[in-house]
T-cell receptor, first 110, second 115 residues
Framework: EDQVTQSPEALRLQEGESSSLNCSYT??????LFWYRQDPGKGPEFLFT???AGEEKEKERLKATLTKKESFLHITAPKPEDSATYLC???????????FGTGTRLQVTL | NAGVMQNPRHLVRRRGQEARLRCSPM?????VYWYRQLPEEGLKFMVY????????ESGMPKERFSAEFPKEGPSILRIQQVVRGDSAAYFC?????????????FGEGSRLTVL
C-alpha cells in the first residue's frame, strides 16, 4: 500500500525565517509527487508536480525538490500569508487517485 | 469561470438519516474524485468517476456509501443511515481528463455533522 509521511506535523516560523518541510514516501512505481496548499475551511490548492528524482520546481518563495525516497518543500523568507497546511501526495502504478499525507501545518508570525 | 461547486457546505444529520452531497465539476471537466478528511487526518480517497461510470471505488466503504455522476447534472455522494463516524469534510475534485499532471481542482468541501 502506498504510504506518505509528512514532517513536522506543525511548524512555527518568524517572518523571514527560511525552513523546509519533508515528505517521505513508499510506493510501487511512482508516477508523480504533488504538493498542495490548504487554507482553513477551504479545499486544497495545487502547487507543484515532480516526476523524477533530481527535479525541482519553484514558485515565488516556494521550491519543491524530489529524491528517490522523499521530497522537500523549501520556504525562503516566508511571509504571514504563507501560513497554511501543506499537503504532499503521490500517484503510483496505474491508479488515477492521489494518496495524501496528513500535512504540515505552517504558521508564520510577524 | 466557476470552480468546483459543492453543496451543501454544511449538513447536519441525525443518526440513521441519509446525507446527499453534490458536486458540480469545473466547466469542461468530465472526471470527478471524492475524498474524505477527518479531523487531524489526511485526505482519504473514496471514489473516482467519469460521466456515467465508476472507474475506481477502492476507497469507498462497502456499505451505506454510493456515488454517481450522471450524464446530466452533478456528481452525488450518498451516505445512507449515517453514523457519528461519518462526520467529516467531504471534498470533491475534478480534472479535465485522466490525471497525468496531478493537478486536481478541489471544491471547498461539504462538512457533515452527525448528531
Amino acid at each position: 500500500e502506498d504510504q506518505v509521511t509528512q514532517s513536522p506535523e506543525a511548524l512555527r516560523l518568524q517572518e523571514g525565517e527560511s525552513s523546509s518541510l519533508n515528505c517521505s514516501y513508499t510506493v510501487s512505481g511512482l508516477r508523480g509527487l504533488f504538493w498542495y496548499r490548504q487554507d482553513p475551511g477551504k479545499g486544497p490548492e495545487f502547487l507543484f508536480t515532480l516526476y523524477s528524482a533530481g527535479e525541482e520546481k519553484e514558485k515565488e518563495r516556494l521550491k519543491a525538490t524530489l529524491t528517490k525516497k522523499e521530497s522537500f518543500l523549501h520556504i525562503t523568507a516566508p511571509k504571514p500569508e504563507d501560513s497554511a497546511t501543506y499537503l504532499c501526495a503521490v500517484q503510483a502504478g496505474t491508479a488515477s487517485k492521489l494518496t495524501f499525507g496528513t500535512g504540515t501545518r505552517l504558521q508564520v508570525t510577524l | 469561470n466557476a470552480g468546483v461547486m459543492q453543496n451543501p457546505r454544511h449538513l447536519v444529520r441525525r443518526r440513521g438519516q441519509e446525507a446527499r452531497l453534490r458536486c458540480s465539476p469545473m466547466k469542461g471537466h468530465s472526471h470527478v474524485y471524492w475524498y474524505r478528511q477527518l479531523p487531524e487526518e489526511g485526505l482519504k480517497f473514496m471514489v473516482y468517476l467519469q460521466k456515467e461510470n465508476i472507474i475506481d471505488e477502492s476507497g469507498m466503504p462497502k456499505e451505506r456509501f454510493s456515488a454517481e455522476f450522471p450524464k446530466e447534472g452533478p456528481s452525488i455522494l450518498r451516505i445512507q443511515q449515517v453514523v457519528r463516524g461519518d462526520s467529516a469534510a467531504y471534498f470533491c475534485a475534478s480534472s479535465p481528463g485522466q490525471l497525468n499532471t496531478g493537478e486536481l481542482f478541489f471544491g471547498e468541501g461539504s462538512r457533515l455533522t452527525v448528531l
